[in-house]
């Protein structure tokens, strides 16, 4: 199909016959994977904090987008794989990772989890407590062997006695908390093991508004417990993700580029660590500023209707499928027709097919109406809708990929044998 692509140059044509021939092989909603765009938002970041400190590595955070394609053209680029549970950890191995590549976190390891990781040299950062006795009861059983792990901190990062965490929770409810002393605890536990070296200490906090400022202070307070706890055996500071990526215009927001917070992480790293030659491997865990704009999701319309003064344009999709959180936000979107009528322009909302009343793919727009049989292309839909999308009335649509001035198929449209799998459900 590389008649659809712009003068053979990997541009994708949006246009009412291409999105039409799709339809009859993939349906009438689907999703669109740009790999262009996913290469250029890593060769960004990636850019923007290895230009400013040398020793930097990327470990994407699957849990934001777990596609295997997805997964496997970021380890091409050099991007670890950051997992938060065995599901996650599988898959990296499954699609050829390295295991010393991947870096396990999350508050939920199993002890046979924890056993595998070490025994495959992965970065192992643990949560709480009782991961230490894991982690001691394998070093036990492995006198041989040098074990090393990371640690998760949670420390106060509020302003002004203020909370900056996530919907306004008071404190976080991961990591291991260095007020109360169980940071020292911790350490201790780890030490009594000679052959268990603490190489590295993690910081990851979801902040409401995930400022500049926050990531400053979270930097310090990573190298400074370094150089308190484990300055000997340090090996890297893990500042953890959730940065913004580049934003739409209709999100209204004057969010910080990869360069403003490079600037000021890397500016903490270089001043804490002024030594060339012992300078700690900085981490980033990216998850929604690296595919959040990779992704567009594209349904068709099948109904207009007036209900009082209202317009609904009912679509082939679902809220669920391009805001799993259910935000008000309007996505940007592209209406696609193969008419030439002119439309008056209209305060319109769309709709999707579930039989919930909050099902709004988008709410309150103004302009020239879409009409039955056109198709809407949303963007900016690459973070959390495959992973946080639940097979709820219809199954799951499938997902394209824009590769190369080709398109393929990086997972193929769930049918009703594949939503009620005969292995897990009785009939």
């Known amino acids: 199909m590389k008649s659809i692509f712009k003068e053979n140059k990997n541009v994708f044509l949006w246009d009412y016959q291409t999105l039409h021939q799709l339809e009859e092989k993939h349906g009438s909603s689907y999703y669109v ?91 192992v950062n643990l949560d709480s407590m009782y991961e230490i006795e894991y982690v001691r009861e394998y070093a036990q059983n492995h006198r041989h062997k ?8 949670n420390f106060d990062l509020s302003e002004n006695g203020m909370s900056i965490l996530q919907d306004g929770y008071e404190v976080s409810r991961f990591g291991i908390c260095v007020e109360n002393g169980d940071l020292n605890i911790a350490i201790s536990e780890l030490k009594r093991e000679k052959n268990i070296r603490i190489i590295g200490l993690h910081g990851h906090f979801s902040t409401r508004n995930r400022t500049v400022e926050s990531y400053l202070r979270k930097t310090e307070r990573l190298c400074h417990l370094a150089k308190e706890y484990i300055n000997e055996t340090l090996e890297f500071i893990d500042i953890g993700g959730g940065i913004y990526g580049e934003l739409p215009n209709s999100f209204q927001l004057d969010a910080p580029s990869f360069d403003d917070y490079a600037e000021v992480i890397c500016s903490v790293m270089n001043k804490e660590f002024p030594d060339q030659n012992h300078r700690p491997i900085l981490i980033l865990e990216p998850g929604v500023a690296m595919v959040a704009n990779v992704m567009s999701f594209v349904s068709k319309v099948i109904e207009v209707k007036s209900i009082k003064h209202h317009q609904f344009v009912l679509v082939d999709g679902s809220v669920h499928n391009i805001k799993p959180t259910m935000h008000r936000n309007n996505l ?71 590769e190369k001035n080709e398109i393929l198929v990086a997972r193929e449209k769930e049918t009703f044998k594949q939503f009620f799998n005969e292995e897990l459900y009785s009939f």
């Not at 030439?340 to 709709?351: G, L, N, Q, S, T």
């Not at 219809?394 to 997902?399: T, V």
């Open 332 to 402: 940007p979107m592209k209406v696609i027709t193969g008419k030439e009528r002119k439309r008056d322009d209209h305060h319109y909302h769309v709709v999707g097919y579930t039989c919930m009343e909050k099902d709004y793919l988008a709410y309150n727009l103004f302009g020239e109406m879409p009409d039955k049989g056109d198709y809407l292309i949303f963007e900016n839909v690459g973070a959390y809708t495959i992973v946080f999308n639940p097979p709820f009335i219809k199954e799951r649509p499938g997902i394209l990929v824009l």
């Open 146 to 153: 040098d074990i090393s792990v990371g640690v998760r901190l």
């Open 33 to 123: 994977l740009d790999t262009g765009k996913l290469k250029d938002n890593y060769r960004k970041m990636n850019h923007a904090f290895q230009s400013r400190y040398e020793n930097f590595i990327i470990g994407y955070s699957y849990k934001t987008n777990y596609l295997p394609y997805l997964c496997k053209e970021l380890s091409k680029l050099g991007a670890y794989a950051e997992v938060v549970s065995r599901l996650e950890y599988d898959l990296a191995i499954r699609i050829g990772e390295n295991p010393k590549k991947i870096i396990f976190n999350g508050p939920l390891k199993s002890k046979e989890d924890i056993f595998l990781a070490l025994e495959n040299a992965s970065i």
